[in-house]
């Protein structure tokens, strides 16, 4: 006997009855626009379309591959599992992993199980799966192995990082990638001229250039982009036409920091971290500032970006401009001192000096080498003549015999050898070249 399924998790799931969501005109308007066909879908043709294994799938009524779909919010992740459930004609079972644990993934197979005995194949969605932890992914491993489910699991993180190697190996990674700009004005369109679920019904009017705004500042979230146009066209009272006409000024109110928005502890911190430190690597000015004020604006700890810049001025720059560390230093200390929003004038400041100073990895090119001959001769004995002989025993070993004070000795600068003598002769640091125009800065 199978364990009966615990009553009321899927209680509502009636077999004959269409997996669409229902219709509430009170919803917010990127749920009320969601597609209800894959026709409607917008963007994502490389992993829906006919030559596709996925489009194929679909379209043979065969069986469709448990896949992982790792994208940004607002791609269609969600949105795409259920079009596919339904076009594939799967049943579809949505878990979240923030509400659910190992208790409700086993109710969900079981009713798998149960629905599969009368001929129903079923989609497991898991929405944010990367919240599960390894046992709660384990949970699922033999149900998708033996076909007991399909499953679709949804993230915003690098599946390499945050799904079970062993899960993983059972799924296909699906990339949704940022929907485009002409995908986001399709959606808007869709969204103004809509009856019934669109906004057509608050006679809206929006000069096409503000939508084609609004979905650049969107930046490849469609869920962002109709939010912020349903907010801001509620905020607009209609004119004397009794139309509503939004400007620029209540869609950018409205977009808010949504544009800057991003999980802090998560990949895309990183990149954006990434992608200032090597814009000043490559002297690039204004990319630098570009990246320093999505970090900024994001929300990110500005003490972060200082370490990262302190970093920075002694990996990449080092003696090529020794006053670089001190800049950035300096801005550590200042934003530490006095916080945000005025600590944004150190750090742009910092980064400007940074990214024009000479470049110069000899210093991390010096230590590795020398850490690399360090790990190959650990037992190389310190030569006698530098060590310390703090006893009379060790006075008598020899310890210290042969050492020549510089200050007395200058001649023991090249004479007297410091490394071991398996060693001698080697050389880890080439000082970088002087820089060009005699003021320190590149051209």
Known sequence: ?????????????????????????????????????????????????????????????GRVPSMILWGAPGTGKTTLARLVANAAGLRFLPLSAVFSGVKEVRAAIDEARRLGRRGT??????????RFNKAQQDALLHAVEQGTVTLFGATTENPSF???AALLSRCRVAVLDPLSCEDLETILNRAIAGEG?????LSLRIAPELVRKLAGWAEGDARV????????????????????????????????????????Q?????????????????????????????????????????????ILASEDIGLADPQAMVQAAA???????????????PLSQATIYLARAPKSGAVKTAYRAAAADAAASAR????????NAVTPLMKRAGYGEGYRYVHDDPAAREEMPCLPEALRGRHYFEPPAEPDGGDGRQP
């Open 1 to 61: 006997m199978g364990r009966e399924t615990p009553r009321g998790l899927f209680d509502e799931i009636d077999d004959g009855a269409d997996d669409e969501p229902a219709e509430d005109p009170d919803a917010p308007l990127a749920e009320r626009m969601r597609p209800r066909t894959l026709a409607e879908f917008v963007g994502h043709s490389r992993l829906i379309g006919q030559g596709s294994l996925l489009g194929r799938a679909i379209r043979a009524q």
């Open 121 to 130: 194949r079923v989609l497991l969605f898991i929405d944010e799966i990367h």
């Open 162 to 164: 945050e799904v079970n």
């Open 197 to 201: 679920n669109g906004l057509a019904r």
């Open 225 to 264: 982009a109709l939010t912020t146009l349903e907010q801001a066209v509620v905020a607009t009272p209609p004119g004397e036409d009794g139309v509503r006409e939004p400007t620029e000024e209540a869609l950018a109110e409205a977009l808010g920091q949504a544009r800057y928005a991003y999980d802090r």
């Open 266 to 310: 998560g990949e895309d911190h990183y990149n954006l971290a990434s992608a200032l430190i090597k814009s000043l690597r490559n002297s690039d000015v204004d990319a630098g500032l570009y990246w320093l004020a999505r970090l900024i604006e994001g929300g990110a700890d500005p003490l972060f970006i200082a370490r990262r810049l302190c």
């Open 331 to 345: 801005a550590a200390q200042i934003v530490h001192q006095i916080g945000m929003p005025e600590g944004l004038f």
């Open 380 to 387: 190389e004995p310190v030569p006698l003549h530098l060590r």
